[in-house]
């Protein structure tokens, strides 16, 4: 309300019924008034306004009317049509309807006609239970709404989560209630069963056959409005089938089993005992290697079985250890010459002699058929020398070795050291014990002898000394005559001065020369004798020696080789003529312009002047008398340090001298401040200098002073330099030369900020506005505690976030405040935002249908899910504050709801949660299980429910009653097998129903068929049973298992057998369902003979040409010598006995190897014979030196090497 009367005089605002004021103030010294009304006059509404001036009297009243209109539309009604796109009803004439969304999207316009009647079409449809909200506004903008309008149209494809068990038999699942579903063949689409969901949307689906091994179906749901579900794919995860294939292999040392099976396979090796001897996992490519924890040897057998990750297995297969791994026994003994082996070992065994280090066979033959062998040695073995006798069966187990050693002694001593002593007189060594010990001269002649002690050390005494090189010649013999050496010394005494030539080095710093080599060559003082330098000549005599200090101006020393003996050479005296003595004097001057350095040091040396830097600024060469004068290319001023050096004609040098430049060019340094309040200047500059403080404009000195002895300063300003202005101060030294200005600005800030805006934002929340840059800005509330603070950016705006909002009319005061303080305001904002929130009663019927209740008169209630927030229902209270709402569905079973009302402003009031307490659903869970043996239904439901179980002619054939966990076990009257189908329901005490859920019994008791033939190998069993059914080949007597296998979906099966049923053998081959129900045996026996002949001897005769012995009847017997060669064959007769010739015969320890084989081929052998036949003439060689007799020894001859 605004106007104007007297100056200062007191208006009231009155209502005019009951002459009430409403509002006050006072005009200013114009008599302006404005006055604010709270609430507002609209709609209609009037006032008086009255003036009173000081004397206490009153103007006529002025009426006033509030044009505003504030009050919605009084009614709105919107219904939606089936399709969702039209909503129609009822409000007030020429009313603007809008209807929104549930993202707040205008989705519909229309205005209502004279008689308030409306229909709006939506851009977009609402359907599947969408809400839409329609509101009704007057021309000033009142708003009636929302009202919820709610798509009943089903689109949505009902959602679905189905699941296959473990057997891949059933599938269940969840969607819509009463909901068809199917189960279809992904790949052709087609059903394959189907069902309907139950009241609660569950269903369970029989799945005949099983889904299994990795095949999948596809589920679809298929609600009453013809919505499909997205297919959901379900996979059999089931392995029912038994790895395909098993090979095993062992190898020739009995500890690896090798083969190929499924990838992935656990493959398991176990003894005759059934312990695990090995276990490996088949790689990507289905190979396998296992390593035995105990080998498989000596026909001992192993069963090897493969297991799938389900647990499927083939097997066993049968693998034999055919390594022969005991060592034969031996006893041997050698002859008192050491030229024969005799023992005792296993018949026809092979026989080696070996050397014991080098383990080199050196002999060998064969036991004969009692086991007795007998091996000459060439050559013997004597001396103490031993050999090893080993017998090597024919799987090759050596025996343990049998040490022979040989007694005959034909060795001379073994060792002979010798050693002359430093004079040449005695001769000292060791050699063999009590050996004789002869010295004798280069002629031949015995210079010495002795006897070595028991330890062999002897000390032999010369008659004449060995000495200059002289050579002596040492022998030692033992007993018998044997003798090692001679062995050489040579007497090394020296008594011979050595020459020597030696120079000095240019620069004094090495002596090189030659001499004996290897000779200690000295350096002396010729003065003291004094080594001071020291060396050694190399193999060729030449030496190279280094001084330090050099031998330089004319000194001079002494050389001096001395050989081993210590004779030294004749002395050799060397000079130095280097010279290394540096001028003696130098002085140095400089004038005072620094540009010119003289002064006196030796005659004719070089003067050179350098800068701090090294850098050569002036060079001279001094005259005669030794005087210089240096003209400086570069002066040297300001104290700059010049150094002078003088070199003679050896570039010795004397220096540097330092000169220094006094000439002053340089300006003063200066430093200056000015003071916060811009009074004083303070600084430093050089001592005793003058100081001027200049306008920066026009450079008039507006103040100065001098600086005392240390350099600094203090100047006083007037006026004070403030807000911003500057000066420049100079310093101005002795010589003239001033500093370069320094500039001072006063900071000091006097100046309050010049402009302060301030607004409140809706919320009341944030005060935004405008004024100086940088300026603290401050919010106070009406009590004078500050609510928010912020600071003035670059360009003066501001925003204060206020720590309690200002609503509900509550005042705030803004002040601005630059960096020194200066404060503009305060500027008053007034929160206009409503924050309080309605109050609420209400409560739900006993039907859960229809909330009712109380709140604030035409105020906005919405009934919301409590977890989602989803608005499921909503009104409007009357003018008495009363509402009813109606609820679709209702809330039951424990369901609740929250009730809010929200005020035109937006305040919700807290929630009121209502729950509806009547019941009305079936049991939530129903699980049922069906035992192996088919006579028990075991499950879990709801906690005391009762559970029914139905065959499928719908007999009851069980019941039981849920405990308090919900379990529950039906005993069956009639078990269920066979594929035979129960149905299990659960019901609680009100009779709601869950189920039926479906068991299949699966229990099998019909044994497999089986036909089955053996192949001629006996290597492969094959045949026909059911499909996926396990077969076993059993040892007829044992019954134990040999080899196993699968057969394929058409139920054939092939088994290999290893080893293979051969030599009228038989086994015994049973198939085994899957429920454990075995076939009749049926009989299998291999015809195939593998059975080498049962013996062979073999014997040859002393010419080495023809080999008899025994065998089977007429097999054949084949002679082959050590190269493969065939050198005869025979048969044997009726009674095994056989004679064959050889095209070569067997001579001189040659080996020849006999194998006999039957008609099917099956050898025994080789049987080795060994040539004893010597044709081989004896070697000999003559010594020139010395001659050995070596006796008789018929048929053989040593080779003498």
Do not use: C
């Not at 070992?345 to 050196?362: A, G, K, L, S």
């Amino acid at each position: 309300m605004t106007g104007e009367t007297e100056p200062n005089t007191w208006v009231e605002i009155r209502d005019p019924v009951t002459d009430e004021v409403i509002a006050s103030g006072t005009s200013d010294d114009n008599g302006d008034f404005s006055i604010k009304l709270d609430p507002a006059i609209t709609d209609g509404n009037s006032v008086d306004v009255v003036a009173i001036d000081k004397a206490g009297n009153d103007s006529v009243p002025v009426e006033l009317t509030g044009s505003k209109d504030t009050i919605a539309p009084k009614d709105l009604s919107a219904n939606l049509n089936a399709d969702g796109d039209v909503v129609t009803g009822k409000t007030e004439a020429g009313a603007k309807v809008v209807v929104k969304d549930k993202a707040g999207n205008i989705i519909g316009e229309a205005t209502a006609d004279a008689e308030g009647n409306y229909s709006v079409t939506l851009s977009t449809p609402l359907t599947d239970n969408a809400q839409g909200f329609v509101t009704a506004a007057d021309a000033a903008g009142n708003t009636i709404g929302p009202k919820t309008v709610v798509g009943g149209k089903d689109t949505i494809a009902p959602e679905l989560e189905a699941e296959l068990n473990p057997e891949g038999t059933l599938v269940t699942g969840e969607t819509e209630p009463n909901t068809w579903v199917e189960i279809r063949d992904p790949v052709t689409d087609e059903v394959i069963a189907s069902g309907t969901s139950d009241d609660n949307g569950d269903f369970s689906i029989k799945l005949d056959p099983a889904i299994t091994d990795g095949n999948s179906v596809d589920v679809v749901a298929i609600d009453e409005a013809g919505n499909s579900s997205q297919p959901q794919t379900l996979t059999g995860d089931k392995d029912t089938l038994a790895p395909k294939d098993l090979s095993a292999n062992l190898n020739a040392d009995g500890d690896v089993v090798t083969g190929k099976t499924e990838a992935g396979a656990k493959v398991v090796v176990k003894d005759k005992a059934g312990n695990i001897i090995g276990e490996a996992t088949a790689d990507a490519e289905g190979n396998y290697s296992v390593t035995l924890s105990t080998p498989l040897t000596d026909n001992a057998q192993g069963f090897v079985t493969a297991a799938d990750a389900a647990g499927n297995t083939i097997g066993p297969k049968t693998v034999v250890g055919g390594k022969d791994t005991i060592a034969p026994e031996l006893e041997a003994e050698l002859s008192t010459d050491g030229t024969v082996v005799t023992g005792q070992t296993e018949p026809n065994t092979w026989v080696e002699i070996r050397d014991p280090v080098t383990e080199q066979v050196i002999a060998s033959g064969t036991s004969d058929e009692d086991g007795y062998f007998e091996i000459p040695l060439d050559p013997a073995l004597t001396d103490g020398d031993k050999a090893n006798v080993v017998a090597i069966d024919e799987a090759g187990n050596p025996s343990a070795p049998v040490e022979l050693s040989g007694s005959k002694d034909t060795l001379a001593p073994k060792d002979l050291s010798a050693n002359l002593n430093a004079d040449g007189d005695v001769v000292t060594g060791k050699t063999e014990a009590d050996a004789k010990v002869v010295v004798k001269d280069k002629a031949g002649n015995i210079i010495g002898e002795a006897t070595a002690d028991a330890e062999g050390n002897y000390s032999v005494t010369l008659s004449t000394p060995l000495t200059d090189n002289a050579q002596g010649f040492v022998t030692a013999a033992d007993a018998a005559g044997n003798t090692i050496g001679p062995k050489t010394v040579v007497g090394g005494k020296d008594t011979i001065a050595p020459e020597l030539e030696a120079e000095l080095s240019t620069d004094g710093t090495v002596v090189t020369g030659q001499t004996e080599p290897n000779t200690w060559v000295e350096i002396r003082d010729p003065v003291t004798e004094q080594v001071i330098a020291s060396g050694t000549s190399d193999d060729n005599g030449d030496f190279s020696i280094k001084l330090d200090p050099a031998i330089t101006d004319g000194n001079s020393v002494d050389v001096v080789a001395i050989d081993k003996a210590g004779n030294p050479s004749q002395l050799q005296t060397l000079t130095g003529d280097k010279d290394t003595l540096a001028p003696k004097d130098l002085s140095a001057n400089l004038n005072a312009d620094g540009d010119v350095v003289t002064g006196q040091t030796e005659a004719g040396a070089k003067v050179v002047v350098k800068d701090k830097a090294g850098n050569i600024i002036g060079e001279a060469t001094a005259d005669a008398e030794g005087n210089y004068s240096v003209t400086l290319s570069t002066p040297l001023t300001d104290n700059a340090q010049g150094f002078v050096t003088a070199s003679d004609a050896a570039g010795n040098t004397i220096g540097p001298k330092t000169v220094v430049g006094g000439k002053d060019t340089i300006a003063p340094e200066l430093e200056a401040e000015l003071s916060t309040d811009g009074t004083v200047v303070t600084g430093q500059t050089e001592p005793n200098t003058w100081v001027e403080i200049r306008d920066p404009v026009t450079d008039e000195v507006i103040a100065s002073g001098t600086s005392d002895q240390d350099g600094h300063f203090e100047i006083e300003l007037s006026p004070a330099i403030t807000d911003g202005n500057s000066v420049d101060v100079v310093a101005i030294d002795e010589a003239g030369n001033p500093s370069a200005p320094v500039e001072l600005s006063g900071s000091k800030d006097t100046l309050a900020p010049k402009d302060l805006s301030a607004n409140l934002n809706a919320d009341g929340d944030v005060v935004t506005g405008q004024t100086e840059a940088g300026a603290k800005v401050v919010v106070k509330d009406k009590a004078g505690n500050i609510i928010g603070e912020a600071t003035a950016d670059a360009e003066g705006n501001y925003s204060v976030t206020l720590s309690t909002p200002l609503t509900d009319n509550a005042e705030g005061f803004v002040t601005a405040a630059d960096a020194a303080g200066n404060t503009i305001g305060p500027k008053t904002v007034v929160g206009g935002k409503d924050t309080i929130a309605p109050e609420l009663e209400a409560e739900l019927n006993p039907d859960g249908t229809v909330v009712t209740g109380q709140t604030e008169p035409n105020t906005w209630v919405e009934i919301r899910d409590p977890v989602t927030e989803q608005v499921i229902a909503s009104g409007t209270s009357d003018d008495n504050g009363d509402f009813s709402i109606k609820l679709d569905p209702a809330i039951t079973d424990g369901n609740s709801v929250d009730v809010v009302a929200i005020d035109e402003a937006g305040n919700p009031s807290q929630p009121q949660t209502l729950t509806g307490d009547k019941d009305t659903l079936a049991p939530k869970d129903l699980s049922a299980n069906l035992n192996a043996d088919g006579d028990v239904v075991t499950g879990q439901t709801e906690a005391g429910v009762k559970v029914v179980v139905k065959d499928k002619a719908g007999n009851i054939i069980g019941e039981a009653t849920a405990d308090a966990e919900g379990n529950y076990s039906v005993k069956l009257s009639t078990p269920l097998t066979d594929n035979t189908q129960g149905f299990v329901t659960a019901a609680d005490a009100a009779g709601n129903t869950i189920g039926p859920k479906t068991v299949v019994g699966d229990k099998d008791t019909i044994a497999p068929e089986l036909e089955v033939e053996l192949n001629p190998e006996g290597t492969l069993v094959t045949g026909q049973t059911e499909p996926n059914t396990w077969v076993e080949i059993r040892d007829p007597v044992t019954d134990e298992v040999i080899a196993s296998g699968t057969s394929d979906d058409n139920g054939d099966f092939s088994i290999k057998l290893d080893p293979a049923i051969t030599d009228g053998n038989s086994v015994d081959v049973v198939a085994i369902d899957k429920a454990g129900n075995s076939s009749q045996p049926q009989k299998l026996t291999g015809d195939k003979d593998t059975l080498a002949p049962k013996d062979l001897s073999a014997n040859l005769n002393a010419d080495g040409d023809v080999v008899t012995g025994k065998t089977e009847a007429d097999a054949k017997v084949v002679v082959k010598d050590k190269a493969g060669n065939i050198i005869g064959e025979a048969t044997a007769d009726a009674e095994g006995n056989y004679s064959v010739t050889l095209s070569t015969p067997l001579t001189d320890n040659a080996q020849g190897f006999v194998t006999a084989a039957d008609a099917a081929g099956n050898t025994i052998g080789p049987k080795t014979v060994v040539g004893g036949k010597d044709t081989i003439a004896p070697e000999l060689e003559r010594r020139t030196q010395s001659r050995r007799y070596f006796g008789h020894r018929p048929n053989r001859a040593k080779h003498l090497g």
